[in-house]
Nanobody, 121 residues
């Protein structure tokens, strides 16, 4: 099995910064796509940013120019650097990875438990 553990959420003032981390553990052979999603109360879960194994990134329109996704394959970890945070960034942030485990010829989607980010003065 694979587990994803997120960290780095919290309360920050508008204009501030936070860095989220998500580390995967288990019998991991390879990780293709890594991504961050978020869900605000009463709203659907939306993609924030994704990064493929070759380094190609994709961002939601609302975070372009403010957020940066990166990955460390040696640590099976994905990061989300969030700058110039706005109140509308408040949500639970979930990491997501498409993981191929040892001895299996296909991959599966795994999700973290979520970490709360609150942007408020």
């Amino acid at each position: 099995q694979v587990q994803l553990v997120e960290s780095g959420g919290g309360l920050v003032q508008p204009g501030g910064s936070l860095r989220l981390s998500c580390a995967a553990s288990g019998s991991i052979f390879s990780i293709n796509n890594m991504a961050w999603h978020r869900q605000a109360p009463g709203k659907r879960r939306d993609l924030v940013a994704s990064i493929f194994s070759g380094g190609i990134t994709n961002y939601g329109d609302s975070v372009k120019g403010r957020f940066t996704i990166s990955r460390d394959d040696a640590k099976n970890t994905v990061y989300l650097q969030m700058n110039r945070l706005k109140p509308e960034d408040t949500a639970v942030y979930y990491c997501n990875m498409f993981v191929r485990t040892v001895g299996v010829h296909w991959g599966n989607d795994y999700w973290g438990q979520g970490t709360q980010v609150t942007v408020s003065s």
